[in-house]
């Protein structure tokens, strides 16, 4: 059975391989998401990936995932420090969620080594730039393939 993930990514992600190269290198964002997207394939997974600048845009997503989706992929950018917003809507939608990050954000600046998003996702992968999608992926699917468990 093809499961459907909902991939997002927030603020700023759109300009990885632009920005910040140092931490993110020098591959476009297009081309990490057509690798997760086949990754995904391979894993007879359908993905759904989207990218926002708007943390309004990221929320409308996740409530749209209720009831249609299997889970939820998210790299939620600087969002992830400080969007109660974001948490209240992962927190809504009873699905399966992983945080994931191409930086490792506990070695970075004090304000990005915490996440208000990690206590309402399932678990969080940080660090290995775009591979922390694939291990996501996985992730998420070893979740859903167990038996039903409640999400956070």
Known sequence: MSRKI???TGPNLNMVGIRDTGTYGTETAASIEEQVKEWAAALDVELFPYQ???EG???DRLHEAYGTMDGVMIN???L???SYALADAISSIHLPVVETHMSNIGAREEFRRRSVIAPVCIGSIAGFGKYSYRLGLLALLDY???EERPCP
Do not use: R, V, W
């Open 6 to 8: 909902l991939f997002l």
């Open 80 to 82: 992830t420090h400080y």
């Open 57 to 59: 845009d990221l929320i």
């Open 52 to 54: 926002s600048n708007h």
């Open 144 to 146: 859903l393939e167990k």
């Open 76 to 78: 939620a950018g600087a």
